[in-house]
């Protein structure tokens, strides 16, 4: 579904990316863990087109996509929930996701187009709150609808930005249960996070980073065994 190879990404003259490589199958969801500053954001960021790679290659259902415009990666396929969830304050909540409404593909009836219905089926509180302003809006209802707005694009992979940033435990724990439910319905998920009991319950493969490289691959299991990796690479 995604691949990365050899990704180099610089902000100014600072070296973020260094050789990143990694790749995340169809139907499954990988986690990148790490430190604040070791690059996690970044390689979002490079993957949906918002900062340019030096070198390297990023592959998206087996087309080049590096150097594509954001909105052309959007229209592929790829659909991102951005750190600190960045809804639109002055829209309502159907506003907001009405806004990003993209058709999808027909569906085979177990797994239809994601619209209005299908996302208040997957976030209750959402349709309860539909007339509600984005700034009148929970940490974790706007966090509900940024993964809600993204949906509405109808995205093959998704890229989810810290979703658990800020959250009360109890938040958390719906936030993994939808991306559970997400990965149910056929989605591949790239998900970035600080959190590791929550990034361990939902991964089929967890990333650790270091200083823009990856440092440690591997099952969830094998990750929360390894009291020496946590300790090194996660301050866990």
Request: net charge neutral; glycine share 12%.
């Amino acid at each position: 579904m995604l691949e990365l190879e050899g990704v180099h990404t610089y902000y100014g003259t600072s070296h973020i990316l260094q050789g990143l490589s990694f790749s995340v199958p169809e139907r499954s969801c990988a986690v990148l863990l790490g430190r604040n500053g070791a690059g996690k954001t970044t390689t979002i960021h490079s993957i949906a087109g918002l900062v340019p790679l030096r070198s390297g290659s990023i592959r998206f259902m087996g087309r080049e996509i590096s150097g594509e415009r954001p909105h052309r990666i959007a229209r592929m396929g790829i659909g991102l929930v951005p750190q600190g969830r960045r809804v639109f304050p002055s829209l309502t909540v159907e506003e907001n996701l009405t806004v990003a409404s993209r058709g999808g593909p027909s569906g085979d009836g177990e797994n239809p187009p994601w619209d209005l219905s299908r996302v208040y089926e997957l976030f209750p509180a959402l349709r309860e709150r539909a007339s509600n302003m984005g700034n009148q809006l929970s940490g974790g209802e706007q966090q509900m609808l940024a993964i809600a707005r993204a949906l509405m694009t109808n995205p093959r992979l998704l890229l989810m930005d810290e979703p658990s940033e800020g959250l009360a435990p109890v938040v958390i724990e719906r936030v993994g249960e939808a991306i559970h439910r997400l990965k149910e319905a056929g989605l591949s998920i790239l998900l970035v996070e600080q959190h590791v009991s929550l990034a361990c319950s939902v991964a089929d493969e967890v990333l650790v980073m270091n200083k823009g490289r990856i440092v440690w691959r591997g099952s969830p299991e094998a990750l929360l065994s390894n009291r020496q990796v946590q300790q090194q690479y996660l301050g866990v």
